[in-house]
């Protein structure tokens, strides 16, 4: 099973294929390999893919259970350098996406093409509260409960709860991509965003 040391964590990933760079990221609740099986057999033939498992997801590990998107979109960045990728192809789904488009702002060098899928530039708040653990609970989610105890144990350390509660502010915060936000996107990065999207 290979991991990368970046940072404060240990990240784990999923590599095959051959050819040109593409990373992709998973959304919330999920893992690398589960997100994207779907599209193994096609990219690998023509692309070396890399799945890794977000901080606080799968079977990364870390001491710390805090997380967010700008979080998840430097521990990118960092795994790129750690296994010496310059330039990638960047596939993200939901979270996933909101990632792409934190890395795509800050660091367009380093991205061929960035492709989102399931997400937009600006936070959507709404139903954000049904992922808080207290609001799984008190209505019985118990089938959800026991996924995110499975599939992100080794991640959240057992503590799914926690899990939940800093996925929830991520679904209702970010990202922030509107001029008026912190984060800003510009007329270059807008044109970035436009013509190196994957067809």
């Not at 940072?7 to 784990?12: A, V």
């Not at 799984?136 to 026991?146: D, G, Q, T, W």
């Amino acid at each position: 099973m290979p991991y990368v040391e970046i940072q404060d964590l240990e990240m784990y990933y999923e590599k095959m294929g051959a050819g040109e760079p593409v990373i992709f990221l998973h959304s919330h609740y999920s893992r690398g390999i589960l997100a994207f099986s779907s599209q193994l057999l096609d990219f690998q033939q023509k692309y070396t893919c890399y799945f890794p498992d977000h901080r606080g997801h799968g079977r990364t590990k870390c001491d710390s259970l805090e997380w967010s998107t700008p979080q998840l979109a430097e521990d990118v960045i960092d795994f790129m350098e750690a296994l010496h990728i310059s330039k990638a192809h960047l596939i993200g789904y939901s979270c996933g996406g909101n990632v792409a488009l934190y890395c795509a702002v800050k660091h367009p060098q380093m991205f061929a093409t960035v492709t989102t899928i399931g997400c937009s530039g600006v936070a959507c708040p709404e139903g954000a509260d049904e992922f808080e653990p207290e609001w799984l609970i008190k209505n019985e989610r118990y089938e959800m409960i026991h996924q995110m105890m499975e599939r992100h144990e080794e991640a959240h350390q057992g503590n799914w709860q926690e899990f939940m509660r800093q996925s929830a502010p991520g679904c209702s915060h970010r990202p922030h991509m509107l001029r008026e936000k912190p984060i800003l996107i510009n007329d270059s990065i807008l044109q970035f965003l436009s013509k190196h999207a994957i067809r």
